[in-house]
């Protein structure tokens, strides 16, 4: 089989195979070995070598370097990546912030109707929720972190 890829496409590709690459690089680092990261990771990295070794058939040479006989991607490449992973992150702490104390809260108030609404309609939360989520979404425009404390059972 033979796939045709205009340059465009093939750096999209590259693109790609690197943020993959990072989320299981990662979950590789970080997770034990039962969840099988680690292995992806290194066939990620495998598959992304591969790619990265066609740069010069798509006029893609000026992106790469060699190092210690590899070709790799160059660093400001790699960085311009990058910049999508660290937006990504960006958007899922908050988000997942918002979520995770909008649930907690959620959790704290709910009623008797809701719980039945819950159970009724295969644990999707009511509408409710959703003013719960905006009033953190709120707050974290406004102030990020700067409002948010935790409390310790401290003495």
């Not at 006029?59 to 990546?81: A, R, S, V």
């Amino acid at each position: 089989m033979k796939i045709d890829l205009t340059k465009e496409q093939y750096i999209r590709l590259l693109e790609m195979s690197y943020v993959a690459n990072s989320v299981l690089g990662i979950l590789g680092d970080v997770l034990t070995e039962e969840t099988n990261y680690k292995k992806k990771s290194d066939e990620a990295t495998e598959l992304e070598d591969y790619f990265i070794n066609y740069a010069k058939d798509f006029g893609c040479e000026n992106m790469t370097e060699q190092f210690h006989g590899k070709t790799l991607l160059k660093d400001e490449i790699y960085e311009k990546i990058h910049e999508i992973i660290d937006e990504y992150d960006d958007y899922i702490f908050w988000n997942e912030l918002e979520v995770r104390m909008g649930k907690r809260d959620f959790e704290r108030t709910k009623t008797k109707e809701e719980e039945k609404q819950i159970r009724e309609n295969n644990g999707w939360y009511p509408e409710r929720i959703h003013e719960i989520y905006d009033k953190y979404a709120e707050e974290f425009e406004n102030h990020g972190i700067d409002r948010f404390e935790v409390r310790t059972n401290e003495k």
